[in-house]
């Protein structure tokens, strides 16, 4: 049988590419972060690019944005007046974000807002159409409880690394485990929502507002 990686790979290699200013972001990414393994990657993105073009969604929030890499596949579905919202703490990451979104054929339509995302939300107007939670996972609770409320009913929600590298199905004891296990757990037993939880590379947790 193949191990996780193998079957990983086979799948980005019988993925579309991406264009050429996410691959520029993907090796700048690399090259300029500690942390690489947080961006969404071609086939993630590619997954979130085709969730926004099959939406259309005139609005999106995102909820961490690194360095604007999925915030870019989620633009890609934006109908000309649409907007996308994205949230990132780490202010150190802005002017190369904000590089890629001015480079885009996007821009225009895509804001970033550089804070604590419990700051921020509460200054956005809703409705949103897709929603993407991708900041600290101990605070993904918080989040989901403050975004639900502004997404539209039949609106989508994502949350990415549920999984949290096998450890959650492992039933590891560390904080950041415990928290996504209660995350999912809020998530499928709230009948707000009806949800999807997929194996897609650290796992992506999928609610529609009902």
């Not at 979104?101 to 921020?120: E, I, N, Y």
């Amino acid at each position: 049988m193949p191990n996780q990686h193998t079957t990983a790979l086979y799948c980005e290699e019988h993925t579309s590419t991406p264009d050429a200013l996410l691959l520029e972001l993907e090796r700048e990414t690399h090259l300029r972060t500690l942390s690489p393994q947080m961006l969404s990657g071609r086939l993630q993105g590619q997954f979130l690019r085709f969730i926004s073009l099959m939406l259309r969604p005139e609005r999106v929030l995102e909820v961490g944005t690194f360095t604007g890499y999925s915030a870019l596949c989620l633009a890609a579905g934006l109908p000309e007046h649409g907007i996308l919202h994205t949230i990132e703490a780490n202010d150190e990451l802005a002017p190369l974000i904000r590089n890629y979104f001015d480079r885009s054929p996007h821009a225009g339509r895509l804001t970033l807002h550089v804070g604590d995302a419990a700051d921020v939300i509460p200054t956005l107007e809703g409705p949103f159409d897709l929603v993407l939670l991708d900041a600290g996972k101990l605070d993904y609770i918080q989040h989901y409880h403050m975004v639900l409320p502004l997404l539209q009913p039949g609106g989508i929600l994502l949350a990415d690394n549920v999984l949290w590298d096998g450890k959650v199905v492992q039933n590891e004891q560390d904080d950041t485990t415990r928290a996504l296990r209660a995350f999912n757990e809020l998530v499928h037993r709230d009948d707000r929502v009806e949800n999807l939880l997929l194996p897609l590379r650290d796992g992506l947790m999928m609610a529609r507002k009902k």
